[in-house]
């Protein structure tokens, strides 16, 4: 009988799983701390339910299940970029495009962890540029929400530090006007503000 052969050991998961580590919002201080990690799957749950809502609201027919997928790994390049605070990454077309360099060779660095049977699979979760332009708008959506949702806790919480990039998230949320996100706005963000007990009752 004749052995198997042992296939050789990957560490994607184990680096992905370091995003734990990786701190958001690294140039404001923070009365709640955020990582990547955790960050991400706000993304992801946010940004499958914005899919579903468009396909049951607003005609769409997009794939929810792959959105959220694609959502959880929208951020996985910062286990080796580190989180880029927006005002350094979009302070000029240069850092802009110095920058998606690097996230394009941090993507094909995540790929290359993986078997080599798999990375066709992965890519087009891993890669932005695999996206379809409506899948890319609502993860942005679902991203931005989460900016929100974290400077809205971070005002509850007494610290103004986040007053002006809550404006801001805000009124970038409104001017992209995309319907799922009014309806998310009007429906499911108003519990956010709410204490515990609230949201029991």
């Known amino acids: 009988m004749t052995e198997t ?6 560490h994607f998961f184990a680096y992905v799983s370091r995003l734990r580590w990786i701190k958001r919002w690294g140039l404001m201080r923070n009365a709640i701390e955020e990582n990547v990690a955790t960050h991400s799957w706000e993304v992801a749950t946010v940004a499958h339910a914005l899919a579903l809502i468009r396909n049951r609201h607003f005609s769409g027919q997009v794939n929810a299940d792959r959105i959220a997928a694609a959502a959880l790994y929208h951020d996985a ?3 080796i970029t580190g ?14 495009e110095a920058f998606g360099d690097i996230e394009h060779k941090a993507e094909a660095e995540l790929l290359a962890l993986l078997p080599e049977d ?10 932005a540029s695999r996206l379809a332009p409506e899948e890319k708008a609502l993860i942005k959506a679902a ?5 929100w949702f974290k400077c809205r806790a971070e005002l509850r919480a007494g610290n103004p530090e986040f007053g002006p990039a809550e404006q801001q ?8 006007a995309l319907p799922e996100v009014r309806y998310f706005l009007e429906v ?3 519990g956010y503000d709410q204490p515990l ?5």
């Open 169 to 176: 998230i805000r009124e970038q949320l409104e001017a992209g």
């Open 143 to 147: 991203d931005r929400l989460s900016a």
């Open 77 to 79: 390049t910062e286990v």
């Open 5 to 10: 052969p042992r296939r050789k050991a990957s």
């Open 83 to 96: 989180d880029m605070p927006t005002p350094v990454k979009y302070h000029s077309q240069v850092m802009r």
């Open 197 to 201: 007990d609230n949201l029991l009752g």
């Open 118 to 127: 798999l990375r066709d699979d992965f890519s087009g979760y891993v890669q």
């Open 188 to 190: 499911f963000a108003p």
